[in-house]
Protein backbone atom coordinates (compact mmCIF):
# COMPACT_ATOMS: atom_id res chain seq x y z
CA UNK A 1 0.00 0.00 0.00
CA UNK A 2 2.90 2.15 0.88
CA UNK A 3 3.82 1.82 -2.55
CA UNK A 4 0.93 2.74 -4.24
CA UNK A 5 0.93 6.29 -2.30
CA UNK A 6 4.65 6.95 -2.62
CA UNK A 7 3.65 6.75 -6.94
CA UNK A 8 0.93 9.24 -6.57
CA UNK A 9 2.66 11.68 -3.81
CA UNK A 10 2.16 14.88 -5.60
CA UNK A 11 5.43 16.62 -5.15
CA UNK A 12 4.08 20.05 -3.07
CA UNK A 13 1.18 20.42 -0.84
CA UNK A 14 -1.90 21.62 -1.90
CA UNK A 15 -1.66 25.17 -2.95
CA UNK A 16 -4.31 25.52 -0.48
CA UNK A 17 -4.25 24.20 2.80
CA UNK A 18 -8.02 22.73 4.17
CA UNK A 19 -8.77 25.76 6.29
CA UNK A 20 -9.85 24.38 9.88
CA UNK A 21 -11.12 21.42 11.18
CA UNK A 22 -14.89 22.01 10.53
CA UNK A 23 -15.82 19.21 13.01
CA UNK A 24 -15.02 15.81 14.47
CA UNK A 25 -18.13 13.65 14.88
CA UNK A 26 -18.40 11.00 17.85
CA UNK A 27 -21.41 9.00 18.64
CA UNK A 28 -22.90 9.00 22.01
CA UNK A 29 -25.17 6.98 24.50
CA UNK A 30 -26.68 10.08 26.13
CA UNK A 31 -27.09 13.18 24.06
CA UNK A 32 -27.97 15.05 27.48
CA UNK A 33 -25.10 13.82 29.58
CA UNK A 34 -22.87 14.77 26.82
CA UNK A 35 -24.47 18.41 26.71
CA UNK A 36 -23.93 18.36 30.66
CA UNK A 37 -20.39 17.71 30.07
CA UNK A 38 -19.56 19.91 27.24
CA UNK A 39 -21.50 23.10 28.40
CA UNK A 40 -22.09 22.44 32.25
CA UNK A 41 -18.77 21.01 32.83
CA UNK A 42 -16.48 22.75 30.50
CA UNK A 43 -18.26 25.76 29.34
CA UNK A 44 -18.18 24.75 25.55
CA UNK A 45 -21.43 26.08 24.19
CA UNK A 46 -23.91 24.16 22.35
CA UNK A 47 -24.50 25.78 18.61
CA UNK A 48 -26.59 23.15 16.59
CA UNK A 49 -28.99 20.92 17.22
CA UNK A 50 -30.43 18.43 14.42
CA UNK A 51 -32.79 15.76 14.21
CA UNK A 52 -32.67 13.50 11.55
CA UNK A 53 -34.19 10.13 9.91
CA UNK A 54 -31.81 8.59 7.27
CA UNK A 55 -31.58 5.37 6.03
CA UNK A 56 -28.49 3.41 7.45
CA UNK A 57 -26.43 0.76 5.63
CA UNK A 58 -24.76 -0.57 8.58
CA UNK A 59 -28.41 -1.46 10.07
CA UNK A 60 -30.64 -1.74 6.60
CA UNK A 61 -33.03 0.50 7.45
CA UNK A 62 -33.86 4.48 8.82
CA UNK A 63 -32.90 5.36 11.44
CA UNK A 64 -33.94 8.36 13.81
CA UNK A 65 -31.07 10.45 15.30
CA UNK A 66 -29.69 13.90 17.01
CA UNK A 67 -26.62 15.34 15.90
CA UNK A 68 -25.80 18.13 18.15
CA UNK A 69 -22.58 20.88 17.32
CA UNK A 70 -20.66 22.04 20.38
CA UNK A 71 -18.30 25.36 18.69
CA UNK A 72 -15.08 26.34 19.34
CA UNK A 73 -13.64 30.21 18.63
CA UNK A 74 -12.39 29.39 14.78
CA UNK A 75 -16.10 28.43 13.90
CA UNK A 76 -14.98 24.36 14.51
CA UNK A 77 -17.20 22.35 16.58
CA UNK A 78 -17.19 18.98 17.76
CA UNK A 79 -20.17 16.82 17.00
CA UNK A 80 -22.15 14.02 18.10
CA UNK A 81 -25.07 11.75 17.30
CA UNK A 82 -27.34 10.22 19.06
CA UNK A 83 -29.16 7.33 17.68
CA UNK A 84 -32.84 6.67 18.80
CA UNK A 85 -31.92 2.86 17.54
CA UNK A 86 -29.74 0.15 20.00
CA UNK A 87 -28.36 -1.32 16.56
CA UNK A 88 -27.32 1.58 14.71
CA UNK A 89 -25.83 2.90 18.41
CA UNK A 90 -23.63 -0.13 18.72
CA UNK A 91 -22.81 -0.19 15.36
CA UNK A 92 -21.50 3.50 15.54
CA UNK A 93 -19.75 4.06 18.87
CA UNK A 94 -16.07 4.13 19.11
CA UNK A 95 -14.77 0.88 20.35
CA UNK A 96 -11.69 2.65 21.87
CA UNK A 97 -8.85 0.13 22.94
CA UNK A 98 -6.37 2.53 23.44
CA UNK A 99 -5.43 2.22 26.83
CA UNK A 100 -2.22 4.05 26.31
CA UNK A 101 -3.93 7.66 25.26
CA UNK A 102 -2.71 7.70 21.85
CA UNK A 103 -6.40 7.70 20.32
CA UNK A 104 -7.50 11.63 21.29
CA UNK A 105 -8.62 14.91 20.45
CA UNK A 106 -6.29 17.86 20.98
CA UNK A 107 -7.50 21.46 21.31
CA UNK A 108 -5.07 24.37 21.61
CA UNK A 109 -6.01 26.90 24.20
CA UNK A 110 -5.01 30.37 26.12
CA UNK A 111 -3.68 29.98 29.26
CA UNK A 112 -7.03 32.20 30.88
CA UNK A 113 -9.02 29.10 29.39
CA UNK A 114 -6.36 26.33 30.70
CA UNK A 115 -6.46 27.25 33.96
CA UNK A 116 -10.28 27.78 33.92
CA UNK A 117 -10.70 24.33 32.48
CA UNK A 118 -8.85 22.95 35.09
CA UNK A 119 -11.07 24.80 37.66
CA UNK A 120 -13.96 23.91 36.38
CA UNK A 121 -12.89 20.02 35.93
CA UNK A 122 -11.68 20.22 39.21
CA UNK A 123 -15.19 21.62 40.86
CA UNK A 124 -17.29 18.52 39.05
CA UNK A 125 -14.85 15.93 40.21
CA UNK A 126 -13.34 15.31 36.57
CA UNK A 127 -9.99 13.20 36.37
CA UNK A 128 -7.24 15.32 34.87
CA UNK A 129 -4.13 14.21 33.63
CA UNK A 130 -1.31 17.05 33.26
CA UNK A 131 1.95 16.53 31.11
CA UNK A 132 4.46 19.37 30.06
CA UNK A 133 5.66 18.44 26.45
CA UNK A 134 8.67 21.12 26.69
CA UNK A 135 6.77 22.69 23.10
CA UNK A 136 3.43 22.70 25.35
CA UNK A 137 1.77 22.11 28.48
CA UNK A 138 -1.27 19.12 28.10
CA UNK A 139 -4.11 18.43 30.10
CA UNK A 140 -6.00 15.62 29.66
CA UNK A 141 -9.65 14.10 30.40
CA UNK A 142 -12.43 11.47 29.44
CA UNK A 143 -15.76 12.52 28.54
CA UNK A 144 -18.82 10.31 29.39
CA UNK A 145 -18.42 8.03 26.85
CA UNK A 146 -14.70 7.92 27.05
CA UNK A 147 -13.73 9.74 24.64
CA UNK A 148 -9.82 11.00 25.69
CA UNK A 149 -9.49 15.03 25.40
CA UNK A 150 -6.39 17.30 25.20
CA UNK A 151 -6.35 21.07 25.95
CA UNK A 152 -2.82 22.37 25.00
CA UNK A 153 -1.86 25.87 25.74
CA UNK A 154 1.56 27.04 24.39
CA UNK A 155 4.77 27.30 26.23
CA UNK A 156 7.05 30.74 25.81
CA UNK A 157 9.17 30.38 22.38
CA UNK A 158 6.30 27.70 20.96
CA UNK A 159 6.65 29.48 17.42
CA UNK A 160 10.40 28.94 17.26
CA UNK A 161 10.15 25.27 18.19
CA UNK A 162 7.22 24.74 15.48
CA UNK A 163 9.50 26.34 12.93
CA UNK A 164 12.61 24.05 13.74
CA UNK A 165 9.87 21.26 13.75
CA UNK A 166 8.56 22.13 10.34
CA UNK A 167 12.65 22.67 8.69
CA UNK A 168 13.64 18.95 10.25
CA UNK A 169 9.73 17.12 9.83
CA UNK A 170 11.30 15.10 6.87
CA UNK A 171 15.08 14.24 7.92
CA UNK A 172 13.13 12.78 11.23
CA UNK A 173 10.61 11.14 10.29
CA UNK A 174 13.17 9.32 7.70
CA UNK A 175 15.91 8.63 10.67
CA UNK A 176 13.38 6.96 13.08
CA UNK A 177 12.11 4.76 10.69
CA UNK A 178 15.84 3.77 9.63
CA UNK A 179 15.87 2.56 13.12
CA UNK A 180 17.41 5.53 15.15
CA UNK A 181 14.78 6.43 18.26
CA UNK A 182 17.05 9.01 20.01
CA UNK A 183 14.82 11.62 21.05
CA UNK A 184 15.05 14.98 19.44
CA UNK A 185 12.72 16.69 22.53
CA UNK A 186 14.97 18.66 24.94
CA UNK A 187 12.46 20.99 25.95
CA UNK A 188 10.78 18.17 28.09
CA UNK A 189 11.30 17.66 31.36
CA UNK A 190 12.37 14.32 32.50
Known amino acids: MPDQFEKSRPAAALKELPQRLHHQAFCVKDQEVNRQFFEGVLGIPLTATW ?16 HTF ?3 ADGGALAFFQFADDEAYEKNRAIVQDVGGSLHSAFKVSQATFDELKQRCDAAGVQLRIIDHGYCMSMYMMTPDKMKLEFT ?3 DGAEEIAAMRRKDAHSELKRWLAGDRRTNNGDRPH
Open 51 to 66: CERVFRAEVGREVDYC
Open 70 to 72: YEF
Open 153 to 155: VDV
